[in-house]
């Protein structure tokens, strides 16, 4: 290994029975991290990063940074112990109809739309890029659920890296607090109370798949959709991981399929293939199909 990727913090010596010549540099870790997940840190968070990864070395009995390195980047290297570290760097902060404006275009603009659209008797697919812990899944589950005219045939994806958050996202069952963002006619019809927690309903849960995926490099997921939202989610990327991360998303969109971003998320450039769509208050992409949608108010 290049002997440069070694470096003694300033002011450090033996801390805790760790020697710090066998430290690796901060920096080297974040790029570390970035080719593998897309996540970067500002310079605000450097000193977390490396407090993560000396508690999850601590936990695996690792002696060194040098030995951790060497392990993490091995060919083959395990994916436990990539995935155990990436939930220590990971932000779970997500909550039901998030952005509303969002949801609010999916209700009246873009499932009117693909519902006209969609050949016989086809289903529609819908992505939650990023879905941490599922509710935004279960909330875009709940509006489909709710359009009459569609008639229960869709289904809902819910991806993460974080494995952790996809188990806590298949049981569907969340405190009071988390269900406070649900609209009221919604929640009567979703979720039944469970002690002092609310389950998503058979019903519901039933269109909803969740799978482990990484959407740098496109790993574990090849479904085409009809709609991908993906919100608060390339906050944390890098500028070249959030175009790359965009460019796959594009790739997965069926022909007048509509990709949403978060308000202020979006690639310094324009994603191939894809077209900006005007919604109020929505950052809004499609891949232009057979009937375009008009500038909405």
């Known amino acids: ?77 395990s994916a436990p112990e990539w995935d155990a570290l990436i939930e220590r760097l990971i932000n779970h902060e997500t909550s039901f109809f998030r952005h509303p404006p969002s949801f609010d275009a999916l209700r009246r603009h873009i499932l009117p739309e693909l519902r006209e659209v969609r050949a016989r008797g086809g289903r529609l697919n819908l992505w939650s890029a990023g879905c ?68 998503i309903t058979d019903e519901l849960r039933s269109r909803v798949r969740f799978m482990a995926t990484n959407l740098i490099g496109g790993l574990g997921f090849s479904a085409a959709h009809d709609v991908i939202f993906c919100h608060n989610v390339l906050i944390y990327f890098s500028p070249a991981a959030v175009s790359q991360a965009v460019e796959f998303l594009a790739s997965r969109l069926t022909l007048g399929g509509y990709l949403l971003l978060g308000p202020g998320e979006a690639p310094t450039e324009r994603p191939h293939g894809l077209t900006q769509v005007t919604i109020a208050g929505v950052r809004a992409f499609q891949r232009r199909g057979a009937r375009p949608l008009e500038v909405r108010a």
């Open 132 to 199: 941490s812990t599922g509710q935004e899944a279960y909330s875009l589950a709940m509006v489909a659920m709710a359009d009459e005219a569609l008639k229960g045939e869709f289904t809902v994806w819910g991806g993460d890296i974080s494995r952790i958050a996809i188990e806590i996202a298949r049981r569907g069952r969340y405190g009071p607090r988390a269900v406070a963002t649900i609209p009221d006619v919604y929640r009567q019809q979703f979720l039944r109370p469970d002690g002092v927690d609310f389950e």
């Open 1 to 77: 290994m290049d002997q440069s990727v070694f470096e003694t913090p300033r002011g450090a010596g033996m801390t805790g029975g760790r020697d710090d010549s066998e430290a690796i540099g901060p920096q080297v870790w974040c790029d570390l991290i970035l080719r593998r997940s897309g996540l970067a840190f500002r310079q605000t968070r450097i000193g977390d990063v490396v407090s993560a990864i000396r508690d999850q070395m601590r936990m695996l009995g690792v002696p060194t940074e040098a030995e951790f390195y060497r392990r993490l980047t091995k060919p083959g290297a």
